[in-house]
């Protein structure tokens, strides 16, 4: 399930004393093998407030993806592990979540999208996103 923030943003609010239109996106549920998904794209200044990623495998074959838009492009931010707090590590039952742990900010834009590599099984991953526009 996707959620287009440019046609449908949660409305307008004051914060700190400028307007702000803030937007939520979500994505749960199977990801189709060797499947990349768009999530969130936009092409105006955005702020990531909170993420949170989820998925079923320990394995690296569902990916995620942060870009930054330079104006022409969508760019790969390069992160490591440090921008994340791992929340859920449970190899047991292949249960994995990670949350956001410091606001991102994207003066032209961001697109993020999830990415299953696998080319035999299908995963389940879950994406939520709580961000606006500045």
Known sequence: YNVNPETNPIPTKLVNGVYN???????????????????????????IDLMDFANNTSSNNI????????GTSYVDIGFGNEIFNVKVFDTTNNKFKFSLNQKLYFPKGVRIQVENKSAATVLKTGLRIYGRYY
Do not use: K, M, W
Not at 63 to 70: D, E, G, R, V
């Open 63 to 70: 990916q995620l993806y942060i870009q930054h838009y330079n």
């Open 21 to 47: 239109e803030s937007f939520f996106v979500s994505r749960v549920g199977d990801l189709a093998i060797s499947t990349r998904e768009t999530v969130l794209e936009t092409i105006q200044p955005t702020v």
